[in-house]
């Protein structure tokens, strides 16, 4: 995730493995099973979300640094810090759902 030059392409891919790595490193055989099973309709989300909600170089920025600081919690065993960076990174993501929720509407009643 941190090439950039990668990253054009390969958004949404990157993106699924990390969720399946989360999946894993929770040690939940049912979460991992979930989110196994949903793996394709994850991505499908995923390539809206990276291509058209989230589709700017800041934000691909954003995303990556969010993810960072997920995976850097995690892999040092800082179960508070990882459930802290996460609700972050949600709650950016829900920004971006009310921007665009407010924006969709208005482009709408433009045309």
């Given at each position: ?80 810090g990882a459930a802290a960076a ?12 009310k921007k665009e ?11």
């Amino acid at each position: 995730m941190r090439d950039e030059r990668r990253r054009a392409t390969h958004k949404a891919d990157d993106d699924v493995r990390l969720h399946l790595a989360i999946a894993k490193a929770s040690g939940s055989a049912i979460y991992t099973h979930i989110v196994t099973v949903i793996r394709d309709i994850l991505r499908e989300m995923l390539v809206a979300h990276r291509y058209q909600l989230f589709s700017t170089p800041a934000d691909d920025r954003t995303v990556y640094a969010q993810h960072r600081a997920i995976v850097d919690a995690i892999s040092a065993g800082d179960a508070e810090g990882a459930a802290a960076a996460m609700q972050r990174h949600l709650a950016w993501v829900l920004d971006h759902y009310k921007k665009e929720s407010v924006r969709a509407p208005a482009a709408a009643a433009a045309s």
